[in-house]
């Protein structure tokens, strides 16, 4: 009885050595960002000359990008037509009455 408490003691006693010793070894790789990673504060300070089109993903100078950006703020004018809209709307207020009122049944 007396030498299987010791054994135990033993196996939990190398057991929480190697879990610790492990730990250690793979924080030590995990904590830095790798070499060739830029710092953000170098990357905030950058001033961007290029951008994107958002619609085709081509290179675009800054002026034709915010030239891009102001036609697509300007929204076009709705193209559906009034009974379709009318019946989403219904629809929506159906939608939020039976959420209010659960146990109508319309």
Not at 43 to 62: F, Q, V, Y
Not at 78 to 101: A, V, Y
Request: neutral net charge.
């Amino acid at each position: 009885m007396e030498r299987k408490v010791i054994l135990f003691i033993v196996l939990g006693v190398i057991t929480s050595l190697l879990i610790g010793f492990t730990s250690y070894w793979g924080e030590a790789a995990l904590s830095l960002p790798p070499k060739e990673d830029i710092p953000e504060e170098i990357l905030r300070t950058e001033i961007i000359i290029e951008a994107r089109s958002p619609i085709d993903g081509k290179s675009l100078s800054a002026a034709e990008y915010a030239e891009l950006q102001a036609k697509l703020q300007i929204s076009p004018p709705p193209k559906l037509d009034p009974k379709i809209r009318e019946n989403i709307f219904l629809l929506r207020l159906r939608k939020g009455l039976r959420q209010i009122f659960p146990f109508l049944n319309f």
